[in-house]
Structures are given as C-alpha cells and as structure tokens.
C-alpha cells in the first residue's frame, strides 16, 4: 500500500473479543490509537510503507481483554509486535526494531555525530515527557520552557534539514506525538504558548505535518488535551 493512501483503520478490539489467531506467522503491531507511545511505532511502519506487512491491532485500553496480557503481552500495555513468533514492547525499542528488521527508507542514519546525537536524544525523551507532566499541576513554567529551549537548540544542530537530525529520523518519530499533546494541552492548561521564540521548533511542527505517514496517525487535539487532563490532573 501506498504511503500516501488513506488507510481504513480497523476497530479496537475489547474484553468481548476475540483473539487473533496468535503466532500464525502475521506480523501484528498491538495498539491504542491514542497512545503517544504505540503511535510512535504507528508512524514508524507508515513511514517504512509496511502497512501490509504489519498489521494494526487496536486495543481498548479501558475495556482490554483479558488474552492480551494472556497470551500476547504480559507487561499489558501497548505498543508490542508480534514478529517471527515472538512478542517484543517498548515503543523506543520497537522504532529501532522495524527500521532495522523491515524493507523501507532507513530511520537511523550512518554518520556516527548523527547517531551519538540520536541516541543523547533518544533518552531525553524520558527527561523531557516528565519535565511537562510534573509543571502541570505547579505554579513555574521554568521547566517547560527549559525543556522546548532544550530541543529548539538541539534543532539547530544540524543543518542539512529542519529535522532533528537534519533529514527525518526515528528522533522526529520519538518526539511528535508529545509535541503533539504538550502543544494544545500547554496553551489550555498553562497558556504558554510553546512556539513562541521558537522558529526551529514552529518550522519542526510545519514539516512534520507534511510527513504522510505521521498525518495518518494524528488525533484530534481536543480529543488528547481532555485525555490527558483526565489522566495527569484530577485530584
Ligand atoms: N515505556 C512504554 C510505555 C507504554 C505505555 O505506558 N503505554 C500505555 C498506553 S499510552 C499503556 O499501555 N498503559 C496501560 C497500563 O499501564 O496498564 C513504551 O515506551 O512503549
């Protein structure tokens, strides 16, 4: 399939459902359709043009069935692939994983500054998911605007391109479905405007809504800002 056809997503699947025929050989990416993390695993197998070759399952996080943590997953939580009759999780994991297991444009380039760069970002993820969650309910906004000063330079690192690598990478894919949430959830909850003084990071959010395989994935602001309201600020 076509990176740029609009795919027809397939329902989640509930306590009520079924299973899938398990370890049939199908390679199946376990999935919440607004889940950052699995999203970002979502936009790595768009990017790669695998819509055929990994399909979607989507899990109802509120109502899961009870074979997911069964018989596929454990650890109980999305994003996991079932690839070659193994079951593996961790969305960060699972980028390297299928650009590096599947056919389709290379995530990670070759040049060791870029990949010795990739990966001080890679774990930044972590400092930085958190640094957003805890300013929500304080009074300061220094974390904030430490944290997307952090990656306004880090975008101006590299040159070839307004990626964080310069060409786009498995980084984009790591950060765009926080920047996704924080954007909207930061105006509302904060009103701190997170592109203000920041043309790497406004000219960032630009290309990556040109990116097809991304498009695809993306969630209607209102949709994720009450989402994570919900989770991160009722008392
Ligand atoms: N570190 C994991 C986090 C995955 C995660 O927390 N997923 C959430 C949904 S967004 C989940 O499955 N939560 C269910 C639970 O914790 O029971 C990753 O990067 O894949």
Known sequence: MAVTAEEVLPPSLDSTSEPP?????????????????????????NY?????????????????????????????????????NKVTGESLDL???IDSHFEGPSLYPDDPNKRQFAEELLSYTYTFNRAVIFSLKGDSQ???????DYLETALSKFNDGPFFLGQF????????????????LLLDVK?????????????????????????????????????????????
């Not at 894919?173 to 924080?182: D, G, S």
Request: hydrophobic share 35%.
């Open 169 to 184: 990478s498995l980084v984009d894919i790591a950060f765009a479905p926080f920047i996704e949430r924080f954007h909207p």
């Open 21 to 45: 025929p398990l370890f049939d050989g199908t390679t199946r990416l376990y999935t919440s359709y607004i889940c950052p993390y699995a999203q970002r695993v979502w936009i790595a197998r």
């Open 48 to 84: 790669k043009g695998l819509q055929d070759k990994i399909k979607l399952v989507p899990i109802d996080l509120g109502n899961r069935p009870a074979w997911y943590k069964e018989k596929v997953y454990p650890e109980n939580k999305v994003p996991s692939l079932e690839h070659n």
């Open 191 to 235: 009103k701190c405007d997170i592109t203000s003084g920041r043309p790497k990071l406004v000219s960032w959010i630009e290309e990556m809504n040109k990116i097809e395989a991304y498009k695809q994935t993306k969630r209607d602001p209102q949709e994720l800002v009450d989402a994570l309201k919900k989770r991160f600020m009722a008392n």
């Open 142 to 148: 220094n974390e904030i605007n430490a944290a997307f």
């Open 95 to 97: 980028i390297k994983y």
